[in-house]
């Protein structure tokens, strides 16, 4: 006797969560063992139902696509995943795959092809959608380490990716909305890609596009050539900008060699953790109303061998206590961290 199929449904629109149930129920021992329709409650009914099958679309509320499914793939790592999209740009796809997806289907197809997309997942072989066979092997953007962007189209790229609208990226960086119009219409051009979300897509592939190097940071002095013989990635969190430009240039004068990224609270911090694993991060104590400890710890989890410095201008033994237990190395006061200090931190690093 065959055992059953489980099957766990996800997507907000409950007309399509009823057009896929009526398609699998021509399919023989499998059972559709639920239906969500955002994020969290996903994570309770795979947790609860333990299917052998997920459907989703990944647009749904309270879900950030790559990051879940890469979290959800290494949570079930025999589960197969299949995506059920209306969405068909390669980046997008191409992104969705490399974070653990074992198949993707659009939704305009017939259901014949759907059951179809189902079998084949769930006979340990990879599902695309033949529409989007021919935009795969066409090839991708232009690789990134070819790029060269100016710091206004990180930044712009930066709050595109944060989910800003034009308004929004205005107000922020201090420029007009056709200015921001006019800087975005050459980005697309110079990554290859046509829309906002291919782009946002793009660099969730590639978060190096986001990094500044050193010497790029801090060209107008010369590093010390046993520093600048080393590649150090490292990642600046504070919620200050102005004090994370200060950072910045004084890393790059110490280590010309070093990819730079930044973020200003604990989602960003734990998003490019996650991504790059940096080998040092300089995080603040305090992160607007977020904990920077806090902060700390979820990036020693994500990353375990991420060396971790806390900063503070409010030095306090209770916190370097709190956050030596998070994984921190050290806990420095922010009036002593200079150069000469920060040259000691990274020849600590190579060393």
Excluded at 43 to 49: K, S, V
Excluded at 89 to 102: E, I, T, W
Excluded at 115 to 126: D, P, S
């Amino acid at each position: 006797m065959m055992s059953t199929t489980r099957v766990l449904l996800a997507d907000d629109h409950a007309v399509v969560c009823a057009g896929i149930r009526n398609a699998l129920r021509e399919l023989p021992d499998l059972e559709v063992v639920g239906e969500v329709s955002d994020g969290p409650t996903l994570f309770t009914a795979l947790a609860q139902a333990h299917p052998d099958c997920l459907l989703l679309d990944v647009t749904m509320p309270s879900f950030e696509p790559f990051s879940a499914i890469r979290q959800i793939r290494t949570m079930y790592p025999v589960m197969k995943i299949l995506v059920v999209s209306a969405y068909d740009d390669r980046v997008y796809v191409q992104g969705l795959l490399s974070a653990g997806v074992d198949g993707y289907h659009l939704k305009d197809q017939p259901l014949s092809d759907l059951r179809l997309a189902v079998r084949r997942v769930l006979a340990g072989e990879k599902w695309i959608s033949s529409r989007l066979v021919d935009k795969l092997v066409q090839g991708g953007p232009p690789t990134h380490l070819a790029l060269s962007l100016t710091p206004r189209q990180r930044d712009l790229l930066h709050l595109l990716q944060q989910g800003f609208d034009n308004h929004a990226i205005a107000r922020r960086m201090n420029l007009s909305v056709k200015t921001v119009e006019n800087h975005l219409t050459r980005l697309y051009r110079q990554l290859n890609v046509q829309s906002r979300l291919e782009a946002a897509n793009y660099v969730n592939q590639h978060p190096e596009l986001l990094a500044l190097s050193g010497q790029q940071a801090g060209s107008e002095l010369v590093a010390d050539r046993f520093l600048e013989a080393e590649q150090i990635t490292m990642l600046l969190v504070d919620d200050n900008a102005r004090y994370r430009n200060q950072l910045r240039r004084m890393v790059g004068r110490v280590c010309a060699q070093a990819m730079i990224y930044e973020a200003e609270n604990i989602r960003e911090a734990t998003h490019l953790a996650e991504q790059i694993a940096p080998q040092l991060v300089l995080v603040d104590v305090v992160l607007g109303d977020e904990d920077g400890i806090h902060c700390a710890r979820r990036i020693k989890t994500l990353s375990p061998l991420s060396r971790i410095v806390l900063i503070s201008a409010y030095p306090d033994r209770e916190f370097h206590r709190r956050g030596l237990e998070a994984g921190a190395v050290a806990f420095l006061d922010k009036k002593d961290l200079d150069a000469t200090v920060l040259r000691q931190v990274i020849d600590d690093l190579v060393g």
